[in-house]
T-cell receptor, first 119, second 114 residues
């Protein structure tokens, strides 16, 4: 299995520019998570999709952030316009979770991350 | 919201020593996961625990799911230089009916002196 795939691995952009991060989850997984990691705040959950539907987006910092999952094998996280404080490592993770704690493996696997620097 | 308190925050040990770290919470979790993260990489899943009281090993790593379901520990025996990294505990919790999310501890940074 190829694991969770993220692109790009590194992104450097200027303040005000649009940034799009991409993720391909592990085949067969039905849940996808976007996280942000910084030294100050650690790992923060931004948004969680189950069966391509956003379940919890309470972690999305503000309206500049948006995420989509048009199909089971692809998701994007977009920041528009970007700001220096958005600089962080963004991780995508996937797992197989059934609703209502009915089962699933609950083992969540992370991608290698995208290191975003906004100048 | 639910939080996991992980300790210690950092550890400085000699190669060959055993390591112990733990996570506690005021809330009950149904599943505990332990991850290791190395610089420039994503967290890698080490061990998953599904039952209260469960003790699971993965090589030199041993983790236990506390009987109260509010805590877990991870032990590393006979540490080696490649054990260096940040270790995270995580627990699955319900967020809304039928949906769950993973809550992470703050991490334990392990440094090993050869």
């Amino acid at each position: 299995d190829a694991g969770v795939i993220q692109s790009p691995r590194h992104e450097v952009t200027e303040m005000g520019q649009e940034v799009t991060l991409r993720c391909k989850p592990i085949s067969g997984h039905n849940s996808l998570f976007w996280y942000r990691q910084t030294m100050m705040r650690g790992l923060e959950l931004l948004i969680y999709f189950n069966n391509n539907v956003p379940i919890d987006d309470s972690g999305m910092p503000e309206d500049r952030f948006s995420a989509k999952m048009p199909n089971a094998s692809f998701s994007t996280l977009k920041i528009q316009p970007s700001e220096p404080r958005d600089s962080a490592v963004y991780f995508c993770a996937s797992s197989f979770v059934l609703a209502g704690a009915l089962g699933g493996s609950y083992e969540q696997y992370f991608g290698p991350g995208t290191r975003l620097t906004v100048t | 919201g639910q939080q996991l308190n992980q300790s210690p925050q950092s550890m400085f040990i000699q190669e060959g020593e055993d390591v112990s770290m733990n996570c506690t919470s005021s809330s009950i979790f149904n599943t505990w996961l332990w991850y290791k993260q190395e610089p420039g990489e994503g967290p890698v899943l080490l061990i998953a625990l599904y039952k209260a009281g469960e003790l699971t090993s993965n090589g030199r790593l041993t983790a236990q799911f506390g009987i109260t379901r509010k805590d877990s520990f991870l032990n590393i025996s006979a540490s080696i230089p490649s054990d260096v990294g940040i270790y995270f505990c995580a627990g699955w919790t319900n967020i809304i009916q039928g949906a769950q999310k993973l809550v992470f501890g703050q991490g334990t940074r392990l440094t090993i002196n050869p």
